[in-house]
């Protein structure tokens, strides 16, 4: 009996695979993507330049950020390179990335595969995106609704719907709210335990598919919190002259990240014909951290930029001294952001757990 459990989920990633194979190779038949459109909404783990056109000190349109990424340019991706979320699109048969919605390249038929509204330092919570002058998921709901209007425009009402229903919407939040807010705010964290202020997360979550539900969203992928004190910059600011992890914060990102899941099946079962799928990216990253050795990586506290203990945005330029040569060597590119190597292999999970979205 001990072998068929392991055989029976290894012949589960095979069927899952191969169904994943066969639609991509219809894809490939067809030239279309698995789905009509990829629409991304949440932080700077996914911010692909929204926040090049806002006055805020959360910006990475600058070297040496996106030095191994196409032509080498640094487009406002927080990362060397790409995103998870560029993979996913990949993935999915995109062959071009939704967006940015305040880039100019947002506009006429591009829309009609999607749109990035993600910026970074936002977070679940209001108040995080209104500190460092970034754009709160209300706002991003809101350009998604302007959005809704183009596409009427575009693509006519019926063609808009099927776009808006038969897509995939992907949300990447939650970070933020802690690393730079909740810990470093004293009218937070005098206020409320790190459990109190989840709770309020979670509640805000919930709000948020809501409202994205409402707009027609109906296949949604979001992912929990990584492991928050395994960052470079976590471990260096809160870790108390230690080299590991701080064990209290990804206590409490396991804790939302369990609160999640269980609101996230409340909202499946309360919202007719939502498939809501939460997408597991502490367990794999805080695996990397660990032995970063088996994944074929060299370093995973120290980031690539600069000292790899802090650096990140403006901290992180082309003047910052010590940045590695071969980022792909280190789990971190900043000190808050996985490398465009770690990206990739978070991606091929994201995959595997999310194909019910495209199947």
């Not at 070297?63 to 927080?78: A, L, V």
């Not at 808006?164 to 690393?179: A, E, K, L, P």
């Not at 939302?256 to 309360?270: D, G």
Request: glycine share 8%; charged share 15%; proline share 5%.
């Amino acid at each position: 009996m001990g072998i068929v459990a392991p055989l029976d989920r290894i012949l589960g990633v095979v069927v899952v695979l191969l169904v994943y194979v066969l639609a991509l190779l219809s894809t490939k038949v067809s030239g279309q993507p698995l789905v009509p459109a990829l629409f991304i909404f949440g932080d700077s783990v996914v911010d692909t330049g929204n926040n090049n056109n806002l006055e805020t000190v959360v910006k990475s349109n600058f070297p040496p950020y996106g030095r191994d990424f196409i032509n080498h340019r640094h487009t406002g991706r927080f990362c060397n390179g790409k995103l998870a979320s560029d993979f996913t699109g990949e993935n999915l048969g995109f062959t071009t990335y939704p967006p940015p919605i305040l880039s100019k390249e947002a506009n006429g038929k591009k829309l009609l595969l999607g749109a990035n509204f993600a910026s970074g330092g936002s977070g679940y919570y209001e108040t995080t995106a209104k500190l460092y002058n970034t754009i709160p998921l209300s706002k991003q709901l809101g350009y998604y609704k302007k959005y809704q209007k183009k596409l009427v425009g575009i693509a006519g009402k019926s063609n808009a719907t099927s776009i808006i229903t038969g897509s995939v919407y992907f949300i990447s939040s939650g970070s933020s709210d802690f690393v730079q807010n909740y810990y470093v705010n004293p009218l937070l964290y005098k206020v409320y335990t790190p459990y109190q202020f989840a709770d309020i997360l979670i509640q805000d979550y919930s709000h948020f598919i809501q409202e994205l539900y409402a707009l027609g969203a109906r296949k949604i992928g979001v992912s929990t919190l990584p492991p928050i004190g395994c960052l470079p910059a976590s471990i260096t600011i809160f870790g108390e002259d230690s080299n590991e992890c701080v064990t209290k914060m990804n206590s409490v990102a396991k804790y939302l990240n369990k609160k999640l899941n269980a609101t996230s099946l409340t909202l499946q079962s309360k919202l007719s014909g939502l498939n809501l799928v939460v997408l597991d990216i502490y367990q794999p990253l805080y695996d990397i951290i660990q032995k970063p050795s088996d994944y074929g990586f060299f370093e995973a506290r120290k980031a690539c930029c600069g000292t790899g203990l802090v650096e990140t945005s403006y901290l992180c330029n082309k003047y910052s001294p010590g940045t590695c040569k071969n980022a792909s060597e280190y789990v971190f590119w900043d000190g808050f952001h996985p490398s465009e190597a770690v990206n990739k292999i978070l991606a091929d999970d994201l995959l595997l757990e999310g194909i019910s979205l495209v199947s």
